[in-house]
Each structure stands twice: as structure tokens, then as C-alpha cells.
């Protein structure tokens, strides 16, 4: 009885692309009728994105899925099809969001461990300041500062280049004195 009504639902899902495919655009309807919540749920339970990326996304898998139904083998089922679909749009999205990332909010995030957040307020200039203070400090202080700027502590740190705590905190000190002349903030 249960295998009957799932060849039932995936008869109609083959059914209704059939129809797509040989002209009935409208019928397509009912594809997203039928999913979009599932979509939805499967990325936004898997990705942190805003209610504005999720309807790209959602947009883009069903424009996406509707280009390819040619491709979609109707011995198959069709939601890990479309769920497929919908996770490599959400990648796509993920990657070109990441190169879009501008040089300025990169250096901007980095600058958060050496400045108060609540006292300055960053421009662009004031970015580009720190980023040349930063290029200009020794090799030892500069790998401090892009460490802590990843996050690191300052244990962690002193782990990872094997000096004490304390060489970590006289070296940052360091740095951040000459990050703030260099750019007289």
C-alpha cells in the first residue's frame, strides 16, 4: 500500500514534467507548489542566510530546475533532484559572495582586535591607513597581528609560534602602537 502511493506521487511528478516539457508551462506550478517549502527548509537548515538570499535562492533553484528538466531522468525521483539543484545554487551563492567580499571589509574585520568598535569609527581611508601600517611592521609583529586578527588567542598564538604568552602581548602591543601612529587615530 505505502510503495503504491509513493510510485503514485512519483507517476505525478513525472507525469506533470512530461507535460512541462511537451508545452504546458503552467503545470510548473505545481512542482513549486509541492517543494518550495521542503527547499526551503533543507537550506536554511543547513546555511545561515537572510530572508533576501533565501529568495534568490529560492528563485534561482526553481528558474534553475525548470531550464533542466530536459536533463532529469523520470526513472528517478525527483525531489534529491531538485535538492541537488537548490544546494549548488546555495554553494554558487556562497562562493560569489566570498569573492565579493571587498579588500575593505576584509581589512575592516582584521582591524576590530587593535581599535575599540564603539569609540572609532572606521572609514575607508581610515582602512586603507591600517592596512599600509600593517604591510609595514616586522615579520614577527605582522604574523601577531593577522593571527589575532583571524581570532587566535593569545595562547593559541604563542602555540602556534612556539614563544611565551608573554612575547605575544609585548609583540601585539608593539604593532598596535605603530598601526595607531601610522594612521594617527
Not at 532529469?72 to 549548488?88: G, H, M, Q, S
Amino acid at each position: 500500500m505505502f510503495l503504491s502511493i509513493i510510485n503514485k506521487e512519483e507517476n505525478s511528478d513525472s507525469e506533470i514534467i512530461s507535460e512541462v516539457i511537451n508545452g504546458n508551462k503552467d503545470k510548473f506550478e505545481h512542482i513549486i507548489r509541492k517543494y518550495d517549502k521542503r527547499v526551503y527548509l533543507l537550506i536554511r537548515k543547513k546555511y545561515y542566510l537572510t530572508n533576501d538570499e533565501m529568495d534568490d535562492i529560492m528563485q534561482d533553484t526553481f528558474i534553475k530546475c525548470y531550464r533542466s528538466l530536459n536533463s532529469f531522468k523520470k526513472d528517478r525521483n525527483f525531489y534529491p533532484w531538485l535538492a541537488t539543484i537548490a544546494i549548488n545554487i546555495t554553494k554558487d551563492f556562497l562562493k560569489k559572495k566570498i569573492k565579493r567580499k571587498s579588500r575593505v571589509d576584509e581589512l575592516y574585520e582584521r582591524s576590530f582586535f587593535s581599535f575599540d568598535s564603539d569609540s572609532v569609527n572606521h572609514s575607508i581611508d581610515e582602512l586603507d591607513r591600517i592596512n599600509e601600517a600593517i604591510n609595514i611592521l616586522d615579520k614577527e609583529q605582522k604574523e601577531i597581528v593577522l593571527l589575532r586578527g583571524e581570532g587566535l588567542s593569545y595562547k593559541e598564538i604563542s602555540k602556534k609560534l612556539n614563544i611565551p604568552v608573554g612575547t605575544v602581548m609585548s609583540r601585539l602591543n608593539r604593532a598596535r602602537k605603530k598601526i595607531l601612529e601610522k594612521c594617527k587615530i
